[in-house]
């Protein structure tokens, strides 16, 4: 395996044709970078239409996706807004509140490494077990998403081991729409946004309701999110807000199938499943403050939320239906922290506190209602995570800047375990110390149609759930270390063409998954690729935009116990992932949309034996037409009827692997009034 030296020499073959194709056509380049500074190619990758800046200044692969490539979506499940990112892949479960995850390049999406971090509005979204709640939103309400994949972002710690992902939700003024939709599968929707100023007060208001039957026989599913934004401006310098969102989701779900019954019949629910489903509510409250004391500048965010979960699943015919509960409260603050020291040099720093209290319960189950006197889990844990970080950027000259930061995380708790006559067995968690984590972004300004980026830096990862606590020796285990670095550039081949290609690789020790369906450290683990962007504007009435990224992973040394997956892929995770998007600009009022996405096959184990599934080409179609009162969309959502599944390996060793069909063709019909 010899990715990294295979990515390199492509890179150095496409940076070379780039070169020599810009030293031709621009000859210019250095006077234009001397009189249009503010110009300057970046390595971020705009998806759509944004505006508004990053929220950091980080070197490698930074996309942000604006609000007219979001509102016109229709889903069930928030992550498939980010289909059109590169690197990211999406597991759809379709098993009710457990409905589908996002995996960043190189770490799958099964929840068993959860390796991303979640923040919507500046505050993180992760449950403790790591998965995202994303669904206490609508897509109406959404401004723009930024993700970072990567390990040099030194402000966030818990969950941030391949990257984070942004979600920003809209500050509009003076702006009112509702959207009614209506689709397959009996699908009916609504959504209203309504944003305002009044004198020194910014307010916005949004909801969303959608109900439908689903895909599959089962998969019925009722969601309903509401939201407020309250800010005010102190003084020029000063403002504080106040933002509440509550949601709730509640599904059916339609269990898994066989091989032969999902290729026989996908639509289907099998007899086992006809209790499953459940339900999930989140209740969200976050205090905001923004000031400046001098050149001093802070951003301050303080928050409490809970996140309730039960399900009822019975994964195969074999198995016996199971009652799942989680209730979990979070409370906790982050300050970030600006100081220039002088105008090319700047100080970052910052402090981040959170407080998680923890109850996860199962219950042996006969047509959901428990049997409470067969509890097969009362577990109670808390879990403080205490972070800090300080950084410096540097700005030497025209061409060259760099940053250089440290970060430290610190995690606390305890656990209780309840046998079931009511017998407390408590355990202290590991103490890791502080957890140390260095990292580096380099910019280089070839010209103002070329930039080479550079990174490197460290994350962690905790063992979650029971694992992270011990009754005996609290110094026998550490976290994972996750080392990473991306190499790459990003060109402007002529005004309608910017292109961005790295190399990337990211290793780790102890890795914390699922082998054989036991929690344990798969080992040392290596992951590495390539990734391509695009952005092409061939005439005025049409923008293109595409990507593809390359993943290979390989378990380098699993220890003594499983010595013969030496050298094997990591499960679940996609060979590749690529996207395209045509957006075309017919009339004033007629804008149409083509997005293909697809995917590499995944071994379903990490023995690689059993076959490889998940590969799949999904393309999708909409058109708005614009009226004096609003808007009109309809959307074509897997226009060639392409099926597409998530596949688990129960046993690990390829002989029972249980299987969920994705949606087929389907369409919607909506209309926006602009009130």
Request: net charge negative; charged share 20%; glycine share 8%.
């Amino acid at each position: 395996m010899n990715v990294p030296f295979r990515s390199l020499s492509y890179l150095s073959v496409c940076l070379f044709a780039a070169y020599s194709s810009l030293a031709t056509a621009n000859q210019d380049s250095e006077t234009k970078q001397d009189s249009n500074k503010n110009n300057d190619i970046e390595n971020i990758v705009v998806i759509g239409k944004h505006t508004g800046a990053p929220t950091a200044n980080l070197a490698g692969s930074y996309e942000i996706i604006g609000r007219d490539q979001i509102d016109y979506l229709k889903v069930d499940d928030n992550v498939e807004l980010f289909t059109k990112i590169p690197g990211v892949s999406i597991s759809r479960y379709n098993q009710g509140p457990v409905n589908a995850d996002i995996s960043i390049r190189g770490f799958d999406g099964d929840g068993v490494s959860p390796h991303a971090k979640l923040l919507i509005d500046g505050v993180p979204a992760n449950r403790h077990n790591g998965f995202g709640e994303l669904d206490q939103m609508f897509a109406l309400n959404i401004d723009s998403i930024q993700v970072f994949k990567g390990t040099s972002d030194v402000r966030y710690g818990l969950f941030n081991i391949a990257g984070n992902y942004q979600v920003f939700s809209r500050s509009d003024e003076d702006t009112t729409e509702l959207e009614i939709t209506a689709g397959s599968f009996d699908t009916k929707e609504i959504q209203g946004f309504s944003g305002h100023k009044t004198g020194k007060l910014s307010h916005a208001y949004a909801f969303g309701y959608r109900d439908t039957e689903g895909y599959r026989d089962n998969t019925d599913l009722e969601r309903f999110a509401v939201s407020g934004k309250w800010f005010y401006e102190l003084s020029d310098e000063t403002s504080v807000g106040y933002i509440l969102r509550s949601s709730s989701f509640d599904a059916d779900a339609p269990g898994y199938q066989s091989l032969a019954e999902s290729r026989a019949n996908p639509r289907a629910s099998g007899e086992h499943a006809n209790q499953d489903g459940g339900e999930k509510n989140t209740l969200h409250h976050s205090v905001h403050l923004t000031t400046a004391f001098d050149e001093l500048s802070v951003n301050a965010r303080a928050y409490y939320q809970t996140f309730e979960v039960e399900r009822w699943v019975r994964f195969s015919e074999a198995s016996s239906l199971s009652n799942r509960y989680e209730d979990q409260e979070q409370v906790g603050f982050l300050v970030d922290a600006q100081y220039p020291i002088t105008s090319d040099l700047t100080l970052n720093t910052g402090l981040s506190y959170q407080s998680e209290d923890i109850l996860s319960q199962r219950f042996a189950a006969i047509g959901q209602a428990r049997q409470r006197g067969d509890v097969t889990r009362h577990q109670e844990n808390t879990l403080d995570t205490t972070g800090i970080y300080a950084s410096i950027e540097h700005k030497y000259n025209d061409q060259f800047e760099w940053n250089l930061g440290l970060r430290a995380d610190k995690l606390e708790g305890d656990f209780t375990s309840v046998s079931t006559d009511g017998t407390r067995t408590g355990r202290d968690i590991y103490d890791f110390g502080w957890i140390v984590q260095p990292k580096l972004n380099l910019f280089y300004q070839a010209s103002s149609d070329m930039q080479f980026f550079f990174n490197f830096g460290e994350s962690f990862q905790h063992p979650f759930g029971s694992s992270l606590y011990t009754a005996g020796d609290v110094n026998a285990r550490d976290v994972s270390r996750n080392v990473g670095w991306e190499l790459g550039t990003a060109l402007s081949l002529n005004k309608e063409t910017n292109l961005r290609l790295s190399t990337w690789r990211q290793t780790a020790e102890d890795e914390f998954v699922v082998i054989d369906g036991d929690a344990q450290n798969v080992g040392e683990t290596l992951r590495e690729g390539f990734e391509v962007a695009v952005s092409w504007t061939p005439i005025d009435m049409i923008d293109v935009w595409a990507n593809y990224s390359s993943v290979d992973t390989e378990i380098v040394n699993s220890g003594s116990s499983n010595v013969d997956m030496i050298g094997n892929e990591l499960r679940s995770i996609p060979s590749y992932t690529t996207s395209v998007g045509i957006d075309a600009f017919v009339t004033e009022a007629i804008t149409a949309r083509l997005h293909v996405d697809a995917q590499g096959d995944y071994f379903v184990n990490e023995a690689n034996v059993g076959g490889e599934f998940g590969g799949y080409t999904i393309t999708s179609l909409s058109v708005d037409y614009k009226l004096d009162w609003g808007t009109l969309n309809l959307g074509l959502n897997n226009l060639f009827d392409e099926y597409h599944e998530y596949v688990y390996d129960l046993t690990m060793d390829g002989s029972d692997t249980i299987h969920s069909a994705g949606d087929g063709r389907n369409y919607s019909v909506s209309v926006r009034f602009e009130l």
